[in-house]
């Protein structure tokens, strides 16, 4: 929820801020110069050049945050790393994109090496990012190896066997669509293997959904069923 919150901000002030200045964006460069709206989106104009400073706040704020809670022991106490971390990514992207907006996307020579630059870093955040979560970890953040998933794998598969009742052959015939076939060979085909099962989660949960549904689970234990489906899902 708190994720979803800090994407609806993000998109409301890029977007807003984006449509406010947006016919200064589309006048040809040479134009620019000579209109009046100039003085206002312009680089050095009044909005152009405050959302430069709140960018590179933004910025500045977004990494020392993050870096000084998993630094420093008593910051522990202002809440849980992942909020601080969905918290950096929020300012280290709607930051740069201000920057962008600053530059009205007109830049050149060391600006341009100096913009390339933070675009290489906001991208390597995000991929990161979404490779970190793709590693399972204990509760004090350790990464679990393939024997512990495969472990974790087995024993929920249990627990959704236990739970199916009359619908466990048509449950374990839909969880197996999510096995893996083939492991994927190598870091790139690891990856594209993950964005193309990210894709495909979708529909499979709503067949599995539609399966428990017709297949006479108890509705009281519909929804746990599918959850620990859910998660055995994530861990395949």
């Given at each position: 929820?708190?994720?979803?919150?800090?994407?609806?901000?993000?998109?409301?002030?890029?977007?807003?801020?984006?449509?406010?200045?947006?016919?200064?964006?589309?006048?040809?460069?040479?134009?620019?110069?000579?209109?009046?709206?100039?003085?206002?989106?312009?680089?050095?104009?009044?909005?152009?050049?405050?959302?430069?400073?709140?960018?590179?706040?933004?910025?500045?704020?977004?990494?020392?945050?993050?870096?000084?809670?998993?630094?420093?022991?008593?910051?522990?106490?202002?809440?849980?790393?992942?909020?601080?971390?969905?918290?950096?990514?929020?300012?280290?992207?709607?930051?740069?994109?201000?920057?962008l907006l600053h530059t009205s996307f007109k830049f050149g020579g060391l600006v341009?090496?100096?913009?390339?630059?933070?675009?290489?870093?906001?991208?390597?955040?995000?991929?990161?990012?979404?490779?970190?979560?793709?590693?399972?970890?204990?509760?004090?953040?350790?990464?679990?190896?393939?024997?512990?998933?495969?472990?974790?794998?087995?024993?929920?598969?249990?627990?959704?066997?236990?739970?199916?009742?009359?619908?466990?052959?048509?449950?374990?015939?839909?969880?197996?669509?999510?096995?893996?076939?083939?492991?994927?060979?190598?870091?790139?085909?690891?990856?594209?293997?993950?964005?193309?099962?990210?894709?495909?989660?979708?529909?499979?949960?709503?067949?599995?959904?539609?399966?428990?549904?017709?297949?006479?689970?108890?509705?009281?234990?519909?929804?746990?069923?599918?959850?620990?489906?859910?998660?055995?899902?994530?861990?395949?």
């Amino acid at each position: 929820m708190f994720a979803l919150l800090l994407l609806i901000i993000w998109l409301g002030a890029a977007g807003s801020t984006l449509l406010w200045g947006l016919d200064y964006y589309l006048l040809p460069l040479e134009d620019r110069a000579f209109s009046p709206l100039a003085d206002i989106f312009g680089p050095t104009g009044l909005v152009g050049h405050g959302l430069g400073v709140v960018g590179t706040a933004m910025i500045v704020v977004g990494v020392v945050g993050y870096s000084a809670r998993r630094r420093i022991p008593w910051l522990r106490a202002l809440g849980a790393l992942k909020h601080w971390l969905q918290v950096h990514i929020f300012l280290c992207t709607l930051g740069p994109f201000f920057v962008l907006l600053h530059t009205s996307f007109k830049f050149g020579g060391l600006v341009s090496v100096a913009f390339w630059s933070m675009a290489v870093v906001v991208a390597s955040g995000l991929f990161g990012r979404y490779v970190y979560v793709r590693i399972h970890k204990t509760l004090n953040g350790h990464f679990l190896g393939v024997d512990a998933v495969q472990a974790r794998m087995d024993e929920l598969s249990g627990h959704i066997r236990d739970r199916a009742g009359d619908a466990t052959r048509a449950v374990a015939e839909a969880l197996a669509v999510q096995e893996i076939r083939a492991r994927p060979r190598g870091f790139a085909g690891a990856l594209l293997w993950a964005l193309r099962e990210d894709i495909r989660t979708r529909t499979r949960q709503r067949r599995l959904k539609r399966v428990v549904r017709e297949g006479g689970v108890p509705p009281d234990l519909q929804g746990p069923l599918l959850e620990l489906a859910r998660e055995r899902a994530r861990l395949s």
